[in-house]
């Protein structure tokens, strides 16, 4: 039989082209990618492991690329580990890589705990050999020491100091009549299964100073998570909580930051008291309640998703307080920033308790969401009224709300933006400190509360309205 010339012409371009891509490119000059050139690893809790990250290897050649080596200097005795296309460091030899194909090479680190009890850095280097070609990825870390206390009991009275940061794993529980205090300048790293429940005491005595306030966040610290909401559960004041104290804390990122059920035993002392405290970020509440007591002084609930939800009665009392939201990429704003009620539906039944709330020199603000400006603050009632009362207040309503109450002598800012600052929604940057020609300034009543927020002194004159006095 015989075979037309142009068939075996290609027949013949067919078998080199497939021999081509099967060949191995040998030139140093191959075109090859690396996406990084170095992985930094935020603070890493000595023991408790990092996140993993990761680069490519991009062969971008019309034919297989072989690595050599992929070498983690540091060898064995390296706190970072290395992984490529399933095979485990420190070095991973002859990697094959498909014509214009990659691997990725994972990147893990775990810090080994010394006597320091300030960050230290820990670095390496990856070598990527090609070719007769070096390619190298800087590694660097920091580690920190930490107390660890994984399903922690506190069965007796205890103090923590700041001379480590504490990361709670599991679970934190504080029994019925004890007392954990925590002093100032401590840090709570909590993980993401492991809430703090509270039947006993919880203390917390944070001071002005940045440093010296007492911090509540997840134990993620990389990025993008260490901004995300829900990073850690929240802590929850059961029944028998009794005496909560918060000076100058901070409580980032939380499900729940505080949520509290029932009365105090010792009642009418509150069940938890807030002062100059910082509230942000919590995906689901910042304050959420259910026939309990706060009393909350200069305090800032902000960005989360249900800010101040006092449920189902109880006694509250919130002075020089700012409650506002903003929609942005972390939490849309479609829930009033204040809800106030005396009952809950249980099967479409409204169970109802007694209920006291007064909120004094005030801001009640939202912007960006889904709610128009008569349901950013709500008070609902169920039967009888309920003694509600707003008294020299900045809300974002058109009309005092329904069902609550207006002292004769005070000065109410309905719907008059309160000039904060700064608010960069894209940066994630909220400043709440007020603007010069803010409304909110000089509108406060007396209240006998002399400081702000900052720690900075209120005038003996009429104060600011809000968390903040400009100064």
Known sequence: MKIPPGFLILSLSIVLFACKKESFITSPDALVTVTADSLKYDTVFTTAGSVTQFFKIINENEQKLKISSIKLMGGTTSPFKINA???????????????????????????????????????????????????????????????FLRNKQISVDETWTNDLPYVVLGSLHIAPGKILTIDKGCRVYVHG??????????????????????????DRLDDPYKDFPASWPGIFFTTTSKDNLFNYAVLKNAYQAIAAQDPAPN??????????????????????????????????ISNCGKNLYLLKGGDYQFIHCTVASYSNNFILHKNPVLLVTNYVNVNGVPQTASLTASFENCIFWGEGGLLDDSDEVKVAISGANAPVTFNND???????????????????????????????????????????????????????VIIDLDGKPRPSGPPDIGCYERQ
């Open 267 to 300: 009642s009418p002392t509150p069940k938890v008291t807030l002062n100059e405290c910082i509230i942000d970020n919590a995906y689901d509440a910042g304050v959420i309640t259910l026939n309990s007591s706060v009393y909350a002084t200069n305090c800032l």
């Open 85 to 147: 296309d399933g095979y485990i460091g420190p070095e991973i030899d002859n990697l094959d890589i498909a014509p214009n194909d990659s691997t990725y090479v994972f990147v893990s680190v775990v810090i080994n705990q010394t006597t320091s009890n300030l960050p230290f850095i820990v670095q390496d280097s990856i070598k990527i050999s090609y070719n007769g070609t070096d390619h190298w990825v800087q590694l660097e870390a920091w580690g920190q020491n930490a107390h």
């Open 394 to 448: 900045l809300l974002k309503v058109n009309g005092l709300p329904a069902n609550s109450t207006l002292n004769s002598t005070s000065v109410q800012l309905m719907n008059q933006n309160p000039l904060f600052q700064n608010i960069d929604i894209s940066k994630n940057y909220y400043d709440f400190h007020l603007q010069t020609g803010s409304p909110a300034k000089d509108k406060g009543a007396a209240t006998g």
């Open 193 to 218: 299964d492991a809430p703090i429940i509270v039947d006993g005491t919880l203390r917390v005595n944070g001071q002005m100073d940045s440093v010296d306030r007492v911090y509540f966040r997840g």
